[in-house]
């Protein structure tokens, strides 16, 4: 007796159900990683004296996806957005190769002027249906001694007996 063997096959067509992700890499050495415990809430910190410039990368974000990609070219497509009403000084670039993107500077970075700023992320898969990922990434800008102090007047005019004790306070200024 011959049993004979049935093959079957059986094609699955993958769903988009998976929100996409960024994978972070920060290429500047300088910056201080905070907290990266959270994938989605990244705390970092740079020294204003790194940020002097335009266009300085902050962030390469590489996206990806856990679906397949129903695209004939097999590649998923992404967008990134920054999430804010306020105007920051950063852009992204990109995508590159369809998932690669780059954070930078707009314009020079002072902590005097402002020391952290909170930009809100989103990704958005190209599937059907559109599925996303929300981001936080804190900058922190750390302080570099680059101001000279101020006093509050430009001359002190004293005068000073010539009986004061030793160790008598003759004046007192004031700087900032």
Known sequence: IWFGRKYIIIDVEDINDCS??????????????????????????????????????????IASDMDTSSNIDHRMKFQLKLNSSNSLPFEIHGPFADSTFVLSTTHKLDREYQDQYFLYLILTDNGQPKLSSNYKLSINILDDNDNSPIFDKSIYYVDIQENNLINTTLIQVHAI
């Open 20 to 61: 996409p992700v960024l994978s972070w890499n920060f290429p500047l050495q300088t910056i201080e990683i905070l907290n990266d415990t959270d994938l989605f809430n990244i705390d970092i910190a740079i020294h204003e004296s790194k940020v002097e410039q335009n266009h300085v990368i902050i962030a390469n974000l």
